[in-house]
């Protein structure tokens, strides 16, 4: 009997199984288990119980893949990446917050993907989304990228992060003596808003792109991250406009920009992103898993 593949891994059934007539008192009789002498020897239904409770994670920690994947599915996400644009490491352990910006100009997500290439800067965030809900992702998930530099003095420590040596730290320059605090690029996503930043608002498309783009990363890292934005970072910043201050608002309350919450894992084939934002839970494993 072959193994169930189950999103990204794959479930034990014979072992499945075997624990199942473990507890029913149908052990097949050739069954024979040796332990050393020195080790206390299980009951059988101590044997059985934990190989169901393995099989049982095996299967919620495919299930949760499963909705890091359907989530990501139902964006409109072309991935771009840009080797150029990346700095280093960055395991799951390290992620913390994800930085809202404003790309303070109105090319498409590709066209900015595009000029923070050439520019030979190393600048750039992982994600790009355009006034139409389109996505470029130009930085892998788990490799740092350069959009929020250095913050206030004192920042490392009250956001919680280290200057390390996972950032390379190619292409940075200190803008001041004000500003010496460096961690925060180790610690997070980086999410551009095409947006000028001259009084126009942020359509529908774009919001409803963020909230799933948001869930997604939820379900990926296996727990919320702190949404702030790059003037929080380091003061006087431009980003994100004023016009953006309510739905930011609404962001670090509820995760959506309308200020709903909204529990609905989207069933598959939906495109519907008004309807698609995270779920804070699982069903009854309340565990999250990493998508594609």
């Given at each position: 009997m072959k193994s169930r593949q189950v999103g990204y891994r794959s479930v034990d059934?014979?072992?499945l199984l075997?624990?199942?007539a473990l507890l029913a008192g149908c052990a097949p009789a050739a069954l024979e288990v040796t332990f050393p002498e020195s080790a206390p020897v299980p009951s059988m239904e101590d044997a059985a119980l934990a190989t169901l409770r393995e099989a049982r994670a095996q299967l919620d920690d495919a299930d949760a893949g499963n909705n890091a994947a359907t989530l990501r599915r139902a964006l409109d996400i072309e991935e771009d990446i840009r080797p150029a644009l990346d700095h280093g490491p960055k395991p799951p352990s390290a992620q913390r917050y994800l930085v809202l910006h404003d790309t303070e100009g109105d090319g498409a997500p590709r066209e900015v993907?595009?000029?923070w290439d050439r520019q030979g800067k190393g600048v750039g965030a992982h994600f790009v989304i355009g006034?139409?809900?389109s996505i470029v992702?130009?930085?892998?998930?788990d490799r740092?990228?350069?959009h929020v530099g250095f913050g206030d003095a004192g920042h490392n420590v009250s956001f919680g992060v280290t200057d390390e040596s996972r950032d390379d730290r190619r292409g940075s320059e200190p803008i001041g003596s004000w500003a010496p605090d460096y961690g925060m690029n180790s610690y997070s996503v980086g999410i551009e808003l095409v947006h000028i930043g001259n009084g126009d608002g942020y359509p529908k498309a774009q919001l409803e792109a963020l909230d799933g783009l948001i869930a997604y990363l939820d379900a990926y890292f296996e727990a919320p991250s702190t949404i702030i934005d790059h003037k929080a970072w380091r003061s006087g910043n431009s980003d994100t406009s004023?016009?953006?201050a309510g739905y930011l608002a609404n962001y670090q309350k509820t995760r959506t920009h309308d200020g709903k919450r909204r529990e609905e894992v989207p069933e598959e084939g939906s495109g519907d992103m008004g309807e698609i934002v995270g779920r804070s839970k699982r069903g009854s494993s309340?565990?999250?898993g990493r998508g594609a």
């Open positions: 059934i014979p072992a075997l624990g199942a993907v595009d000029y006034r139409d809900g992702q130009c930085v892998p998930l740092i990228a350069h004023p016009e953006f309340g565990v999250f």
